[in-house]
């Protein structure tokens, strides 16, 4: 899979040519199918979860399969360490000052929402673990590298999981 990512360069407001970056191999092991399986089984989770404060973000971390498609096993440590090459999440909730249209940092307001699935840093944010296995993170709303597509999420859903 491959997504534009225009950038500014040389005279201040000059738009770049928009360049070309693939996103690396999570994209051939993670089918659609398999993300929105994620996305259900977390919001069918009763458990608590936290919710995310002031310019936090918090998403839960797409993570491989156990098997491919053609019924090899992955090791543990080798999907663990395609997820963090890479690691991309779908956006669950947002602080409520994340994305604030008042702070200078985003004068044209929010640029990705919930549901958006992302790319962020290798080492940005605090991740936890669900007891159901999943794993989440919080990021600070600068953290977010790029919006690789977009899903559905109820709020209804989720906030009646809470």
Known sequence: MSL????????????????????TDTDDFVTPDQIKAQIEQFMSYTGNVPRPAGWNIM???VAL????????????????Q??????????????????????????????????????????????FRLSNGQELAFLVDTDIIAVVDRWQIEKEAHDAAQ
């Open 59 to 61: 998403v839960l971390i």
């Open 65 to 80: 399969p156990d098997t491919t498609e053609g019924g090899l096993i992955m090791e543990d440590m080798y999907r663990e």
């Open 4 to 23: 534009l990512i225009p950038k500014t360069y040389g005279k201040i407001g000059a738009p770049a040519p928009a360049r070309t970056v693939h996103v």
């Open 82 to 127: 395609k997820t963090k090459a890479s690691p991309q999440g779908i956006i669950i909730d947002t602080g409520d000052v994340a994305y604030n249209p008042q702070d200078a940092r985003f004068p044209n307001g929010a640029w990705c929402s919930r549901g958006d699935r992302v790319l962020f840093g290798k080492y940005t944010g605090k991740a």
